[in-house]
């Protein structure tokens, strides 16, 4: 039988006949072509670090790594964090708050309001122009408020923030009144946040439902918009023509920075990784892993802003036994060790939080710091008392049931979540409690919650005024498969129902201190919700990066940016 | 030709029709809500909700939604993404030039170096180089692309400096995300392509080809490779699909645009408008690559097309 492949086939030492030689060495040098042509095509990365030649504060194009891409650019329209983190660049506000609370004028000089905050009167700043020209006025305003409440626009934020407006009058160019149907003091806060930026009635008359992903000329604020490459990249420019920052702003006049491109990179660790080989000037949202490495090293700044929110807390679903009892929910509180679960997960990022509200926000009851404490023994015996008592498995029992803590979350995970779930569990095992953990997309966690599949949650909310807690903990809002709301611990209390709508129809300061107070302390009493730890937003950036602001609420501000 | 052609494009009509009504039952049958997905993190009033789900026809018969969307879509309107407002078609066209860019310069790496480094392991078997080439066929076929895309991120861009860890943008952009996502698919060619070109070395007409007096070289050239290519052709095509989802992932490491990466989060976003549009799309992309794919057959393989010439199939 003759072997087919003897004429190719080697013994070993044996040189391969001279014309196959030769055609592996083509099929070699080709591979090698190809190699050489990547290499070559690569060349030292350039950066957006680019300062003014001469060495002045003027100048340059700060570039910025984004975690996420926005839903929009219009501030009537959009709802998530990331998007108003570019519009806080390109839109300016009625009102400013400082990082101490205050409320400050921005194109708002001053305002007042009735006794039971329904009725606002605000009287805006002369000679402001938008940035196609557009003069600013009392109309532009109404008419920005208006828009949001209209339904075509299927605003996220704005229309939420504005929903008990019932009309919006002016008085001349300058005076504005806003009519709600029942008393709204949160509107003042309303007021600072991106949401509510003032954008030109021509340019969005102009541009109509393209506003959103290209709002040309439609801003009021230090920068304007040139570009938006969806997923990639949004450029922005310095606005020439501004000179209207908050009352008390260090400098007027235009921005320093020439411009601002923001990129879009979601995985982290290349975000991170970009801004340490200086491929980025800056990005955002730190792995707190690395936040220790970065803070040390000399060609960086690491940026750590707690966010006036309401705080990162786990929600009890309180309508479902056994979780509707009081002291078995503070036997879970006492099991946490939120001390060393934040320790071992966010490196020094996130503080424990006593209260359902951010310290920085308005009203936040100090005395609740150190309210209660980590404690087995105390978490045992209660368990023990109320009738758990240790069976197979290590986990309590009580008449053939396990005691089961169901906990959904979402998937991917945002802000190591996840792993503060993990850490929730292994430390609830040591008293007896089963944590099972089940992970799923938002729209999913959402639906699981409207149809009370879950006993335990993890929620936050950005809103900067106290009033979140009435998304929070108004019986309105309990979650049900008709209607969506954020009341996830179920709660339907009339007497803090009561004390909410207090909170909103008084600007009375020592009144709201009582009113809230109240709120805060019911809530920690009755343990509905769980507090773990104060929202925080990180961003680093090169050491030759100067200026960076950040907004009450944790956004940055770049108006008083330069780079050197 | 021309009748095999026609035929295969009106048997993939109902294909896309069929994947486009299999997926929009799903996506509205899974759990989740819409109007809630795209309030994510914003406290509304049911008012708000009311009206953002009329805005959405979500509050329609299930398959009263289908048939308006199956109708619009016909007309070239795929509807408006629930998130940003924009048109789907605009959305889709924006983002889709990056994903072609990434998706073609993969196939032609995987072509190029998966042909050559095969071909070279086979005609050296045994030896170093077959070993080595296997070895980078078993590591790039087997290694998740996360993790490869990352390191390369590592050493050639923060490292090194020598190409952008992300963006999208010329050439330079491209390199990092092209070999990452190409690394699988070159590793499952070399091997296929190493044992088609065995199996043809160990043809008879080789030694006749050799008793005739044909150098090595020319052998190789003018007829192993030509019956390599064959089988290559096959995997390919088939590789264009495993290099679409693959974009999914490279997309997301790299930063980069593109309608893998848009198919994700507009799964996560419930944007029902702007996952059909993608899947669609999609679909059809599928149908007209195995098209080409078999079409090309007819042209590598002579025998292929005297099959398809004389009775249409």
Redesign the interface.
């Known amino acids: 039988m ?1 072997h ?2 003897r ?4 013994k070993r030492g044996e040189r ?9 060495i ?3 040098g ?2 090698s072509s ?1 190699a050489l042509l ?2 070559a ?5 350039g950066s957006g670090n680019s300062g003014s030649a001469s060495g002045t504060k003027q100048g340059g194009t700060l570039t910025v ?1 984004l975690a996420s ?1 926005p ?2 650019l219009d501030p009537g ?1 959009i ?3 990331v998007a108003e983190e570019v519009t806080n660049q390109m839109y300016a506000e009625l009102v400013s708050q400082s990082p101490s609370g205050t409320y400050v004028p921005w194109l708002a000089t001053s305002w007042s309001s009735n006794a039971n905050a329904s009725v606002w009167t605000l009287n805006l700043k002369h000679g402001v122009k938008f940035q196609d020209g557009t003069p600013f006025n009392a109309a532009a305003v109404c008419f920005n408020f208006e828009r949001a409440l209209s ?2 626009l ?4 704005a ?2 923030l504005l ?1 008990p407006m019932k009309s919006c009058t002016t008085s001349g160019d300058y005076k504005v009144t806003v009519t709600f149907s029942q008393g709204y003091e949160p509107f003042l806060n309303a007021l600072t946040t991106p949401l509510l930026g003032m954008a030109s009635p021509t340019a969005v008359k102009k541009q109509g ?2 506003f ?2 290209d709002p040309v000329d439609g801003g009021s604020g230090p920068f304007e918009f040139v570009k938006w ?5 949004i450029q922005l420019k310095r606005w020439s023509g501004y000179d209207s920052p908050p009352a008390g702003t260090s400098h007027s006049g235009a921005a320093y920075l020439s411009g601002i491109t923001f ?5 982290t ?3 991170m ?2 801004v ?2 200086n ?1 980025y000037d800056a990005a955002e949202d730190m792995l707190p892993s690395t936040y220790t490495s970065m803070k040390q090293n000399s060609a960086l700044r690491t940026y750590v802003v707690n966010e006036a929110a309401a705080t990162y807390q786990l929600a009890f679903n309180t309508a479902k036994a056994p979780w509707n009892n009081t002291q078995l929910r503070q036997a879970v509180r006492d099991a946490i060790d939120v001390p060393s679960m934040l320790g071992s997960i966010y490196f020094g990022i996130e503080h424990q939080a006593w209260s359902t509200i951010a310290p920085n926000v308005q009203y936040y009851d100090s005395s609740l710091a150190n309210s209660w404490k980590f404690d087995q023994a105390e978490s045992n015996q209660l368990l023990q008392q109320l009738g758990w008592t240790t069976g197979s498995g290590g986990y309590r029992q009580k008449q053939g049931t396990t005691l089961t803590l169901s906990l959904v979350d979402v998937s991917p995970d945002t802000n190591s979540d996840q792993e503060v779930d993990t850490v929730l569990q292994q430390q609830l095992k040591q008293v007896g409690i089963k944590v099972t953990i089940t992970d799923m ?4 966690e ?3 919650v ?1 149809q009370g599949n879950y006993d335990i949650v993890g929620i936050t ?3 900067s005024s106290p009033n ?1 807690l009435n ?1 929070l903990f108004n019986s ?2 309990v979650p049900s498969p008709k ?4 009341d996830w611990a179920q709660v339907d209390n009339a007497q803090l129902d009561q004390l909410l709508a207090q909170g909103q129809a008084t600007t009375s300061d020592s009144t709201l201190t009582s009113i809230y107070n109240s709120i805060q302390q019911m809530i920690a009493k009755n343990v509905w919700t769980i507090p773990l730890y104060v929202p925080a937003y990180t961003f680093v950036t090169q050491s030759s990066v100067h200026g960076i602001g950040f907004e009450y609420a944790g956004y940055p501000d770049f108006y008083s940016t330069w780079m050197s | 030709m021309l009748e095999y052609v026609l035929r295969r494009l009106l048997i993939g009509v109902p294909l896309v029709v069929g994947v486009s009504i299999v997926v929009f039952f799903i996506l509205h049958l899974l759990p989740g809500d819409p109007v809630a997905a795209a309030l994510a993190g914003s406290p509304a009033t049911p008012s708000v909700i009311h009206r953002l789900e009329a805005e959405y026809g979500l509050n329609r018969p299930i398959w009263v939604q289908y048939w308006e969307f199956a109708v619009h879509a016909l007309h070239g309107d795929l509807g408006r993404s629930y998130i940003t407002g924009q048109q789907v078609t605009s959305v889709i066209g924006a983002q889709l030039g990056a994903t072609v860019q990434l998706t073609v310069a993969a196939l032609a790496l995987t072509a190029v170096i998966g042909l050559c480094a095969g071909v070279l392991a086979a005609m050296y078997k045994g030896g170093p180089v077959d070993h080595l080439l296997r070895l980078v066929s078993v590591w790039g076929s087997a290694m998740p692309q996360f993790w490869t895309g990352i390191m390369l991120i590592i050493v050639f861009s923060f490292s090194l400096h020598w190409f952008p860890a992300a963006g999208t943008g010329g050439l330079r952009y491209l390199v990092l995300p092209a070999v990452s996502l190409a690394l699988v698919s070159v590793g499952i060619v070399i091997k296929i392509i190493r044992n088609s070109t065995l199996e043809t070395l160990s043809q008879p007409y080789i030694i006749a080809l050799e008793a005739k007096g044909l150098s090595r070289g020319a052998i190789i050239v003018r007829h192993v490779l030509r019956n390599a290519l064959i089988p290559a052709v096959t995997v390919l095509g088939v590789q264009v699909g495993s290099l679409l989802s693959g974009a999914v992932i490279v997309e997301t490491v790299f930063g980069r645009q593109g309608i893998g990466s848009l198919l994700v989060q507009s799964i996560e976003q419930k944007d029902y408008p702007l996952v059909q549009g993608l899947i669609l799309f999609i679909a059809a992309a599928y149908v007209i690559v195995n098209l080409v794919v078999d079409i090309s057959y007819a042209y590598v393989d002579p025998r292929m097309r005297v099959a398809v010439d004389t009775d249409g199939r």
């Open positions: 003759i087919m492949q004429s190719f086939a080697r391969a006949p001279l014309g196959q030689r030769r055609a592996g083509a099929l070699l080709l591979l190809a990547l290499a095509c690569g060349g030292s990365s790594a891409n839903d929009g329209v709802g998530t964090h339904p075509t299927q605003s996220k934020g229309g939420i929903a439902s393209n959103n992903v490459v969806q997923n990639d990249q990129d879009i990179v979601p995985e660790s290349v975000r990784g970009s340490s080989s491929q997309t938002q729209a999913q959402e639906a699981a409207a909310l950005g809103l979140v998304f309105a809002f209607s969506f709301g954020f």
